[in-house]
């Protein structure tokens, strides 16, 4: 293996690099079976910033978590079965969801708004019928009624009730619902508020004695949990409130862990899958065997640990400037923005992992901040106060460019967009079966003026 490949933790699966490589000159290629992308190639021919997408990658992690769910129930003999939701929220983008419904994925979604993209696809008869929606997030009238709407029209649709006015105002919807639970179990993770706004206790769960077509008990702790103790621990505590609740509830057959499955973005392994599955199914199976209860149907809503990885956002650096008395040696001023294009870099100090597009085998390195186009002295990034290593500009052969990648951008970041300064949105272009298209072309000036209502 090439030095330089190990050092950049390219082709590594437990990384989620396995599909990128590099070519002889130093270029940054992804492969999809025999196919073979130059992003060096992609970012002079498409200009930057520029988001690169991979559904085939989507379809590689939904396969695979499929494939490991299901050889460890059958190992088990575990009798309830597998159902994976894409929560929506993580990208709604077309070109995701629609590979996510064709590998068998079913939908989470969190607002009207979203239910509305499916009730779209629903009319057009763009999935079969026995796809399942399950809809959390509060529920305005509007959201409501659009939930009532897809029932009646035969969706196998599960509002999920969050508070005790959701409890009323679904007390007369015909289908089956699910309940939110608080576990109250504290995990290390992204949404470890000490105040949890989300969900009920059990006291208060169980307060309501018998629910009506309750079918689903659904919890959610956190995003990036990193432990899997984080995982194990908020499921023991609803597996206890699921086999008391169920005292009451004949009908409660599902559990739902919600999302939280973490992804490697610093490039350090994290614990595997199927270590955590096999946990997952053992103690879902132990807790029923004991309490002599069925087993009940698992699933899980893990967004970002199907799509983060399978994205790309590449910048050109369009100069650099030394810095003094800090740990990195210089700036790359960059032709996008941090705080507009990956959001979770101001918002939740998100660390990327960051590699050149060209000059992979650069031999210089120098220690690098990255500084994005606002005038904003946030949008930057530091890798959390350390630096970037990234080759040198003023070894550049004249009209060379120097792009570099930042991984899992996948997740969560398009939605989470803005314009500040008026910048205009990365282009987008979507890579599978060897065809590229573009999914979002790069605005112009007066497109973003239009959205401030010039
Ligand atoms: C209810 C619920 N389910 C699933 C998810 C997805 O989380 P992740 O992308 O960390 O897997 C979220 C994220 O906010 C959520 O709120």
Redesign the pocket.
């Known amino acids: 293996m090439r030095k330089y490949l190990k050092f950049w933790k390219l082709g590594q699966a437990e990384l989620n690099t396995q599909s990128f490589d590099s070519s002889r000159d130093g270029e940054l290629v992804v492969r999809e079976g025999n196919y073979q992308y130059n992003l060096n190639n992609l970012a002079h021919k498409f200009g930057t910033p520029l988001e690169v997408a991979f559904p085939f990658i989507v379809e590689q992690r939904l396969g695979g978590l499929f494939e490991i769910f299901n050889r460890t129930m059958k190992a088990a003999r575990y009798r309830g079965k597998f159902f994976y939701h894409y929560?929506m929220?993580?990208s709604q983008n077309k070109e995701f969801v629609l590979p996510i419904l064709s590998e068998g994925g079913n939908l989470?979604v969190t607002s009207a708004n979203e239910l509305w993209l499916v009730k779209r696809m629903w009319e057009q008869e763009q999935f079969s019928s026995r796809i399942r929606v399950i809809c959390?997030g509060p529920k305005t009238n509007q959201y409501l009624a659009l939930i009532a709407e897809l029932r009646d029209k035969g969706l196998q649709i599960t509002p999920i009730i969050e508070d005790k006015f959701e409890l009323a105002a679904l007390s007369t919807f015909k289908g089956d619902v699910g309940i939110r639970l608080d576990p109250e179990v504290k995990v290390h993770g992204r949404w470890d508020k000490k105040v949890n706004r989300f969900g009920l206790t059990a006291q208060e769960i169980f307060s309501f004695g018998r629910i009506r077509n309750l079918k689903l008990l659904h919890y959610?702790t956190s995003?990036?949990l990193e432990y899997q103790e984080d995982i194990t621990a908020p499921l023991k505590r609803a597996m206890k409130v699921y086999v008391k609740l169920r005292q009451s509830n004949p009908n409660l057959d599902m559990i739902d862990l919600?999302?939280?499955?973490p992804v490697p973005f610093e490039k350090r392994p994290l614990f595997s899958t199927e270590g955590v599955v096999k946990r997952i199914v053992r103690i879902v199976q132990k807790t029923c065997d004991q309490a002599g209860i069925p087993h009940p149907d698992i699933l899980v809503?893990?967004?970002?640990?199907l799509v983060a990885p399978a994205q790309v956002t590449i910048y050109r650096a369009l100069s650099e400037k030394p810095i003094k008395g800090a740990m990195a040696k210089q700036w790359y001023i960059i032709d996008g923005s941090f705080m507009n294009d990956l959001k979770d870099t101001w918002a939740i100090h998100q660390k990327w992992h960051m590699v050149p597009v060209n000059r992979l085998n650069s031999k210089k390195l120098v220690r690098t901040w990255l500084a994005g186009l606002s005038c904003d002295s946030d949008d930057r990034y530091t890798a959390g106060g350390k630096y970037v290593l990234l080759p040198p500009l003023d070894t550049l052969e004249p009209g060379e460019q120097q792009y570099l990648a930042v991984f899992d951008t996948g997740?969560y970041q398009d939605a989470l967009a803005s314009h500040h300064c008026l910048l205009s949105s990365p282009m987008k272009i979507v890579i599978q079966n060897g065809v590229i298209t573009v999914a979002r072309k790069r605005e112009t000036a007066e497109e973003v003026g239009r959205e401030f209502g010039w």
């Open positions: 929560p929220k993580a989470e959390n959610h995003k990036q919600g999302g939280g499955m809503e893990w967004g970002s640990y997740a």
